[in-house]
């Protein structure tokens, strides 16, 4: 069964550090996608950023970046240097293969960042 | 772009009523639309997945008879509570994935969600 997991329910980070945030997933689909949310207080869901399977490098798109370690099945998000309004839950999730859609969806890190 | 908006972002009902929550994709079509519900500090729960001119697909537990959904156009995916009470009362998100976009692409584009309040 496919299925991702956060392991962080929270985290507190000072202000301009670096934060990864831990995600793991099982599947035994070969071809599948990957894809960080950030959710703000607000409630709206941000797309951050996405990896495929059979992308052979890591993903970055600005300050977010993706460590994908396909066999070890991690796909750890990296944000580097902190700001404030990085503050927000972020999810981790997994698309379900070709022919359907549907995402997978982690429990969810709720990141705090201390001034 | 990859712009979803939904409207109302905030609704308060009485019990009985049916409220409907509308979801666009504003600067692209959305062959798939998604309609999720979130509880506090809870991750995102799949109701349904909607395709544009056919029956939505419900996710096991979730009433269609009760979330309807309409999917009646490549941007305009609609979800009516009926006859709501207070248990429905939660977040409410869309999300939409672009037409055209390759199959292992397959990023959701979410709308700012309605928060349904049911007294």
């Known amino acids: 069964a496919q299925k991702i997991t956060q392991t962080q329910p929270g985290m507190f980070v000072q202000e301009k550090e670096a934060v990864t945030l831990d995600c793991t997933y099982d599947?035994?689909?070969?071809?599948?996608?990957l894809f960080w949310y950030k959710q703000p207080s607000s409630g709206e869901m941000i797309f951050l950023i996405y990896q495929g399977s059979y992308d052979q490098q890591n993903a970055t798109e600005g300050r977010y970046s993706l460590n994908f370690q396909k066999a070890r099945k991690s796909a750890n998000l990296v944000i580097s240097a902190s700001q404030l309004g990085d503050s927000a839950m972020y999810f981790c999730a997994m698309s379900r293969g070709r022919s359907n859609y549907q995402l997978i969806w982690g429990a969810g890190t709720k990141l705090i960042i201390k001034p | 772009g990859a712009v979803v908006s939904q409207h109302p972002s905030r609704v308060i009902c009485k019990s009985g009523t049916s409220v409907k929550i509308e979801c666009r994709s504003l600067?692209?079509?959305?062959?798939?639309m998604f309609w999720y519900r979130q509880f506090p500090k809870q991750s995102l729960m799949l109701m349904a997945t909607s395709n544009e001119g056919s029956k939505a697909t419900y996710e096991q537990g979730v009433e269609k008879d009760k979330f309807l959904i309409n999917h009646a156009s490549l941007t305009l995916s609609t979800l009516t509570v009926t006859s709501a009470h207070p248990e429905d009362s939660s977040f409410y998100i869309c999300?939409?994935?672009?037409?055209?976009?390759?199959?292992?692409?397959?990023?959701?584009?979410f709308g700012p969600g309605t928060r349904l309040l049911v007294l």
């Open positions: 599947t035994s689909d070969p071809s599948y996608g």
């Open positions: 600067d692209f079509q959305a062959t798939t």
């Open positions: 999300s939409a994935r672009e037409r055209g976009r390759a199959f292992v692409d397959e990023t959701q584009y």
